[in-house]
């Protein structure tokens, strides 16, 4: 069913592969690899948004090390201590948004840098890991959001997801577990010429809308141009992603290790789903980076906190206050939930997907409006950072240089991230896995 | 060098603040020579030339903050003014009074930089439609209406029409490539043959009185049976040999009934829950008690004088009609139909509940709109509501009593209310006769871009000698795409890729509906459908300057401003004729247009995104404390809002209204939320009486709600709010890193007293002495809107204290005022901001960009112009529609 011109796309998007023991058989290179090689490495990125309480979340600033003690909010990950470390005094030193937990959190760019525009954004760390992880998995990454409306207000701020791509733009996400599922597990059971069909007949599509948008492009100005542009990328992003998709032809979807979720789950018990399907993603190398923008009023509203979200983040003492640190304790006891699943789950040469995953736990807001100190947590050994340490770093550290540091310990060794100055030598202690 | 700086920067933030029109508060001056003096003896001493700390140097700061980088080093010194960093503990503090006024200044200087920055310079970027453009245009061009929501929502900006924030990406194309062949389809199925009309009739007590009867027949025969079960056990249980057995098995639980029942296999000669029709002890249990839980308030229903002809609508209970249902068969097909209904309140329900709420069920049920019912037991009256049936897959019509369905948990709650009262239940406010749903009515008005597809009979296949031969495939294609792409050509490279397209599924065998399906929802996914692009002419301008619009593009402009969809056959007539950039015709097309229905699209987004009226939905209300401003009432009080303006542009009325009026737009719902003696669901005009404190946005429920948390009402939020949006002197962003305030813990303050506090430090002073004093003034309505004269705060732990609400204050700069009323004066009196507010509104959504100084002189005419007709509304609309910006690109 393939014409002339998909077949050499087809061979030439499959030469990328020759390098790899063989070509026959998708199949065999997995499992090849799986025998021969360590298992890949992961990142995850998960953002709660609004910050935390820091009166009882954060460590004592003079009680760094392994020894610290582990405050009130952080108490549900006692059993993970010398598994995670806990990073104070970075901040994204550009943002002024008092109200943006996500848009900067993992960009670090600066809202204002181009004149001429109100709103400018860069790439975000986990697209930078994907570019390089994303390769041989059938998804390059993938974005969760909770299916809670208006996600992108206050708490997060604007965007699609957690991601946003090299041009600055946000990547869209899957906004609800049963979405996600589907899209990972739901085997398609069309055969295979059919499916090669289906591919062919989307690239035509794809032709067609690709004459009609350069018929719009003669005459238009530049900035127009600019515009449109981002249209013809999304274009290649749809050619790229048929490619991959015509790569992984007859490679059946994995079982799902988990059954199929039901409709309606919000709040706390969407965290947890969402959190089952991100090691059912890793554990079937469906992909190796994702990232989750988590639910801020839905999760009080399942706990049957009555305080609004934005009272709760500006909490004194009293109702407000006690909302903030519930929520932190939930939030501690879900993320400690995760890191149980990573640690128990096998991967083939019998390590667990802990050993080969980074999970970064945080956000853009320390609390209330103040943008410094951002809450980082780092868990998991696949960057290779020396865990079970309180790291205390000089006030205002770029945030990115974390991103940097971690992006590097996963053998992606970009010169930069964002406005990041360097390596966390702290970090890199020796003590690490 | 300092000096020069420090100067060029005064002199910078005053032009600024000139520019702006929105200066520092009368007399008062930018960053004057006390805060300049106190700035350099104490920031120099370390930030000087000579080794400065952190490498931060003020003496080489650029003076006008003119480019990015000062603006971000200006910035930095805001935040750590604002943080209280700087200067350092161990420096001398500055003056409370300079750094007030200096905070002050720098924040609005920077707000203003950071506008000056991003000025484009009235250039209009090429947009994509915005989703609910988008979800308009569909429907305008196939008269259907798709479910558009996994689409971004377009709700980051100020304005959702802000070209710079409508971004594309590959999920997009794929989304609407998707969503537009389900349009095809839906259009198809609604128009591609002709339906009958058809009825479909439902008496309920049909289906729900036999029901009941017989399940309260069923559970009264299960609780006897248990009784004579347990009077069996009971019987075997005072035999001595069980003396033993009993006395261990009582302990387990204190009812001993239940006890010796869930024990009984240990009893001797007790008999077996199945000789009595029970599958065991847990189910004898369940059925023989449902009658404690059901029977009661179900016998009230069966007795009702009504439930043998009708059926009355109840709550909690699923079996006894708490929402009434109709399904409509997949063959029903999509469109406009009439949802009749023949329903009476009953005689003892109290006039608040007399309401119904309808919607479809959509996993949770989406309400779509509630009416009062008026009919009496005695005379019953005949509802009819229209109703748009979307395409399949779809859930039931749903019926309900408004407002006790509105959380999870209410339901419960209202019925044990009425428990209390009554001891059975919540007693049911509606009756329903019968319901009748009746249509489609709209299936025969074709959409013209439909006329020509819809003529080719559904089964064509190819070879079909009557009509394949004689498909004009290649010009049906490109008259359709001409109608997508308002008014424009497609070019000939693209139509025939699209008739190749339908040739291949021909060939593989598809009838003409599925082959043509694809080419149509890929006009549907093209940047002529999905941009309003505006070429430059060939051989024409340069880049930076600007040419009129042609005729064609100026009717696109023009109807996604007043309708938010595509221009329709007049306009696209008048631009062909060449005739529509004349400003006669012009201003009567804009006129046609504001008087079409669709023109509520224009003003109801506008509205909604102007008053920024989503904080609405983001808090629930506590529904204990305002148990009548439920969903549909909250619903109907920002309709109030809508309906208003529309009613001021319907009525040449002036902008003024909305500070202040002697009438108000409601319906009976929110009439009598307000107090006012209305009946009947349409929003019309009503005349308050004398010392109302309604009439204007000030007293509008929407907008009091908005400025609250849903349980108290937040003076800042409302302080804030009419800075920005009626007063045109909007607070600077909050700025992050400010300490917390020192709390007083264990004592209770009143909300001015708590308010007070925010005087303490100078960071928060800077903003909130402009703020709170407009709040206090409003503090007279509640989290909800309702009047009230006293309020109250409880701590937890603490105890109560209440106080009578002292509404009097002084706008910062004066003046003062009392209470309320004279606050409202006040406001009123400031005609000339508020309307440049909502001119520079009006500019931002019509032209799709922010607004920038460069639109100063624009804006100020446009004022001016409205000024002279005592700010009619409808004259701001004309002024923008006639500006040059507006009409060039």
Redesign the interface.
């Known amino acids: 069913m393939l014409n002339a011109a998909s077949r050499r796309r087809f061979l030439r998007s499959a030469g990328t592969l020759l390098a790899l023991p063989s070509l026959e058989s998708l199949g065999f290179r997995r499992f090849a690899r799986a025998a021969a090689v360590s298992p890949p490495k992961r990142m995850v990125f998960l953002g709660f948004g609004y910050g935390v309480t820091e009166e009882t979340w954060f460590p004592k600033q003079t009680d760094g090390g392994a020894g610290y003690a582990l405050p009130e909010g952080l108490a549900a990950l006692a059993r993970h201590k010398a598994d995670f470390t806990i990073v104070q005094g970075c901040a994204n030193k ?6 943006w937990g996500s848009t900067f959190w993992l960009t670090g760019a ?1 809202k ?8 400018h954004n860069t790439v975000s760390a986990d697209q930078v890991a994907a570019a390089a992880l994303g390769r041989d998995t059938r998804f390059a990454s993938i974005q969760l959001n909770a299916s809670e409306p ?1 996600l ?2 206050p708490g997060h701020g ?1 965007g ?1 997801s957690l991601a946003w791509d090299t041009r600055g ?4 996400g899957f906004n609800s577990p049963v979405v996600a599922f589907h899209k990972l597990f739901s085997a398609d059971d069309v055969p295979l010429e059919t499916l090669q069909a289906m591919l062919a ?1 989307k690239r ?2 794809l ?3 690709r ?3 350069k ?2 492009e ?7 141009r600019a ?2 542009d ?2 013809f ?3 290649r ?2 050619e790229a ?1 048929l490619s991959k998709e015509e790569r992984w032809l007859g490679q059946p979807k994995p079982a799902a290790p988990l059954p199929a979720p039901g ?2 789950l919000v709040g706390r018990g969407e965290v947890l789903l969402m959190y089952d399907l991100i090691v059912a993603a890793l554990q079937t190398d469906s992909t190796r980076v994702m990232t989750f923008r988590q639910p801020i ?1 839905h999760l009080l ?1 399942s706990l049957d906190i ?1 305080v ?1 979200a ?2 709760m983040s500006h909490y ?4 407000r206050m006690e909302a903030s640190q519930h929520r932190d304790r939930v939030q501690s006891e879900m993320f400690a939930t995760l890191l149980d699943r990573l640690k128990a789950t096998r991967e083939t040469d019998g390590t667990s997907l802990f050993d080969h995953t980074t999970v970064v736990y945080g956000s853009n807001i320390r609390s ?5 100190n951002c809450p980082t947590v780092i868990a998991g050994r696949g960057a290779g950072v020396a865990l079970g340490q309180h790291i205390v770093l000089p006030k205002n550290t770029p945030l990115c240089n974390v991103w940097l540091t971690l992006l590097h310990g996963t053998g992606i060794r970009v010169g930069s991230h964002g406005d990041s100055t360097g390596i966390v030598q702290e970090l890199l202690t020796a003590g690490a896995s | 060098m300092i000096r020069t700086a420090w100067r060029a920067l005064v002199a910078g933030a005053v032009a600024l603040a000139a520019a702006s029109g929105r200066a520092a508060p009368a007399g008062g001056p930018g960053l004057a020579e006390p805060h300049i003096a106190a700035l350099r003896t104490a920031c120099l001493k370390c930030h000087g030339a000579d080794d400065p700390q952190g490498g931060f140097r003020l003496d080489t700061l650029s003076a006008a903050i003119d480019t990015v980088e000062a603006a971000d080093r200006w910035q930095k010194v805001l935040g750590v003014l604002n943080s209280g960093e700087m200067p350092p503990v161990d420096e001398p503090p500055l003056d409370a009074v300079v750094k007030i006024e200096l905070l002050d200044r720098l924040a609005h200087a920077l707000v203003e930089a950071r506008q000056t920055l991003a000025d484009t310079g009235g250039a209009i970027t090429m947009r994509r439609l915005n989703r609910r453009e988008y979800d308009n245009t569909l429907r305008d061009l196939l008269g259907v209406q798709v479910d558009v929501r996994q689409l971004p929502a377009d709700s980051g900006s100020p304005f959702d029409t802000f070209g710079s924030a409508l971004f594309m990406s590959a999920d997009q194309i794929e989304q609407y490539h998707e969503i537009g062949l389900r349009a095809i389809d839906a259009a198809f199925k609604k128009f591609g043959k002709r339906h009958e009309r058809r009825k479909l009739r439902k008496e309920p007590e049909t289906e729900i009185t036999p029901r009941l009867t017989k399940h309260i027949q069923d559970t009264i025969e299960f609780h006897q049976q248990l009784h004579r079960w347990t009077s069996a056990v009971e019987e075997a249980a005072k035999r001595p040999e069980n003396q033993a057995v009993v006395a261990e098995l009582v302990k387990l639980k204190p009812d001993r009934s239940s006890a010796l029942r869930h024990g009984w296999e240990k009893i001797a000669g007790a008999p077996p829950p199945t000789d009595f029709g029970f599958v065991d002890a847990v189910r004898a249990e369940h059925d023989g008690f449902a009658w404690r839980s059901y029977g009661l308030h179900r016998t009230a229903y069966i007795t009702l004088p009504g439930a043998a002809t009708g059926a009355y609508l109840t709550v909690r209970d699923a079996y006894m009609n708490d929402q009434y249902g109709v399904g409509l068969g997949h063959d029903w097909p999509p469109g406009r139909y009439v949802l009749r209904l023949r329903l009476a309140a009953t005689d003892q329900s109290p006039v608040r509940r007399r309401c119904v709420e309808y919607g479809w069920w959509d996993r949770l049920i989406a309400i779509a709109g509630c009416r009062e019912v008026t009919g009496t037991m005695e005379q019953p009256q005949i509802m009819e509501i229209p109703i748009d049936v979307p395409d399949t897959p779809r859930g039931a019509l749903v019926i309900r009593e408004k407002g006790l369905h509105d959380i999870d948990g209410k339901p419960h709650r209202v019925f044990a209310d009425g428990m209390k009262e009554n001891g059975v239940w919540l007693e049911p406010a509606i009756w329903i006769d019968w319901v009748e749903v009746e249509g489609p009515f709209d299936t025969d008005d074709v959409p013209p871009a439909l006329t020509e597809l819809t003529s080719v009979p559904d089964a064509d296949r190819p070879g079909d000698s009557n009509t394949s031969a004689k498909l004009d495939i290649r010009g049906m294609l490109t008259r359709f795409a001409e109608k997508a792409f308002r008014g424009r050509d497609a070019d000939t490279g693209s139509i025939d890729r699209l008739v190749a397209i339908f040739e291949k599924r021909r060939a593989a065998g598809m009838s003409f509906r599925e082959a043509v399906q694809e080419p149509l929802a890929i006009i549907l996914s093209s940047p002529h459908f999905l941009y309003l692009s505006e070429p430059v002419a060939p051989g024409a301008v340069e880049a930076g300057t600007r040419r009129p619009l042609t005729d064609l593009e100026l009717a696109s402009r023009l109807s996604y401003f007043l309708t938010g969809g595509p221009p329709d056959d007049e306009l696209l007539d008048r631009a062909r004729a060449g005739s529509l950039a004349h400003p006669d015709v012009l201003a009567g097309e804009v006129n046609r247009l504001l008087a079409d229905p669709k023109s509520r699209r224009f003003i109801d987004a506008f509205t909604h995104q102007w008053l920024g009226l989503d904080r609405l939905d983001f808090f629930q209300f506590n529904d204990t404390l305002y148990p009548d401003y439920d969903l549909a009432t909250k619903s109907l009080s920002r309709q109030e809002i809508f309906e208003t303006i529309a009613l001021l542009v319907r009525e040449g009325a002036s902008l003024r209204q909305l500070l202040a009026s002697d009438f108000v737009v409601v319906n009976g719902i929110l009439g009598r939320y307000y107090g006012l003696e209305v009946v009947g669901d349409e929003f019309r005009k009503v005349s308050l009486p004398a010392g109302s404190p309604r009439g204007g946005l000030l007293g509008m429920a929407a907008v009091l709600a908005m400025g609250s948390n849903g349980e108290q009402s937040s003076p800042i939020e409302r302080g804030a709010w009419v800075l920005r949006k009626v007063l045109h002197d909007p607070p600077p962003p909050a700025p992050p890193n400010v300490p917390q305030l020192t709390r007083l813990d264990g004592e209770i303050l009143t909300t001015r007293e708590r308010l007070l506090m925010h005087q303490e430090q100078p960071q928060c002073a800077s903003c909130h002495r402009r703020i709170d004093p407009i709040g206090f003034g409003m503090e007279n309505f509640d989290a909800a809107g309702r009047w009230r004269t006293q309020d109250s705060y409880t701590k937890d732990g603490v105890g109560t204290k209440a106080w009578t609400i002292d509404p009097s204050g002084a706008l910062y700069g004066g003046p003062a005022f009392n209470d309320f009323f004279a606050l409202r004066d006040v406001i009123a009196g400031r005609i000339d901001a508020f309307a440049t507010g909502f001119t520079e509104a009006l500019l931002e959504y019509a032209l799709g960009r922010p607004y920038g100084f460069s639109d100063e002189a624009l804006r100020d005419a446009i004022v001016r112009r409205a000024a002279a007709n005592d700010y009619a509304v409808r004259d701001f609309i004309h002024a923008v529609i006639q500006s040059e910006a507006f009409r060039s690109k």
């Open positions: 550009a943002l002024t948004e008092a109200h600066n204002f840098a181009v004149a001429g525009q109100s709103f208006g992108d207000g604007p699609l733009k946000p990547i869209a007949d035509s599509v032709d067609a809308v004459e009609d948008a018929s719009v003669r005459g238009l100005n530049a900035a127009d515009k449109l981002e249209y990328e999304g274009i992003d749809i992603r409709e309606g009023q509203t009555k609004a934005h009272d004194h003492p009293g109702n209330v409006h103040y943008l410094d």
